[in-house]
């Protein structure tokens, strides 16, 4: 059951990823409201129908509680932040790029999480630096301002996502992962709207257009049971390890997808080498 999970895993992320490279070049100036959307209505009925399924502890004392809210705001940030890196960059060079998260993880893990680091670890890391190198060279070009800019948040998308796996790994360590849905989840669609505030009452004007409405649905739709599929793969099958090493091939379908339904064709000899490398890099790192 959880390798067909797995499946519609693969399907839905790389549905939303290809969406979010479209919404991010025909609504440039609408990033945060699509971003609240999302959390708003998508991720909350997600929290509150996965709620039923996960048991929660809704004592978790006060600094818990201060850590759930205070660091949740770091997911609608990635979210922006990932929305404006889309905005110039290829969906595929985004992805590879972003698989240099648990690089940036391992940065704030060994010190403050007191975890160690092995050789075969040490070598991933050195694999997915390259691969990082190889789909950025591929996407700059010194006389276009937009793509060198575009890389500089891709990997500032990648820090961000890093950062926020630590912290995510170290909240689920003091609560377990219901407490962390109803809190966690729920603070960050509680951020997110904070964060556009100023935008939130343009929803409206882009749901009236029946494009954007339908891209709008579907890319949240997508992504959401994108992110149920996973967890419920992680539930049933009881293996974080194996679910994470499938998870890793996630670059592969984005740029195979990419090339097939967004048309991106340029560089692609740099992009199937680097994530070949890049996600031989993430199974090191996860052994």
């Known amino acids: 059951m959880w390798q067909l999970l797995i499946v519609l895993y693969f399907i839905f992320a790389s549905a939303s990823y290809l969406l979010r490279r479209v919404l991010a070049q025909k609504l440039r100036d609408h990033n945060r409201e699509i971003n609240a959307i999302f959390f708003l209505f998508f991720l909350l009925p997600a929290a509150i129908f996965l709620s039923f399924f996960f ?5 978790v004392g006060p600094l818990n509680l201060f850590l759930l809210f205070g660091g949740s705001i770091i997911w609608p940030i990635l979210s922006i932040i990932s929305f404006h890196a889309n905005k110039d960059v290829d969906v595929g060079i985004f992805t590879i790029i972003t698989n240099l998260s648990p690089v940036f993880t391992m940065v704030i893990a060994l010190p403050f999480l007191h975890e160690s680091i092995s050789n075969m670890q040490s070598l991933g890391i050195m694999l997915l630096i390259l691969s990082g190198i190889l789909a950025a060279s591929s996407q700059l070009n010194k006389h276009n301002r937009a793509s060198i800019n575009g890389i500089l948040v891709c990997i500032l998308s990648a820090i961000v996502l890093g950062v926020a796996v630590a912290y995510e790994g170290f909240m689920l360590g003091r609560v377990d992962f219901g407490t962390y849905l109803i809190f966690g989840w729920g603070s960050q669609i509680i951020w997110s709207a904070i964060l556009a505030h100023k935008e939130l009452r343009k929803i409206p004007q882009l749901f009236s257009k029946v494009e954007n409405r339908q891209t709008l649905i579907v890319w949240g739709s997508t992504r959401v049971l ?3 599929a996973f967890v419920s793969a992680l539930k ?14 996630l670059s592969v379908s984005v740029v195979i997808a990419a090339y097939f339904f967004l048309k991106e064709h340029r560089h692609m000899v740099y992009k199937l080498l680097a994530t070949s490398l890049g996600v031989v890099g993430l199974l090191l790192i996860a052994k």
């Open 55 to 59: 048991p929660h502890n809704l004592n």
């Open 226 to 228: 994108g992110s149920v």
């Open 236 to 249: 049933i099958s009881g293996s974080a390890s194996i679910i994470s090493a499938a998870s890793d091939f």
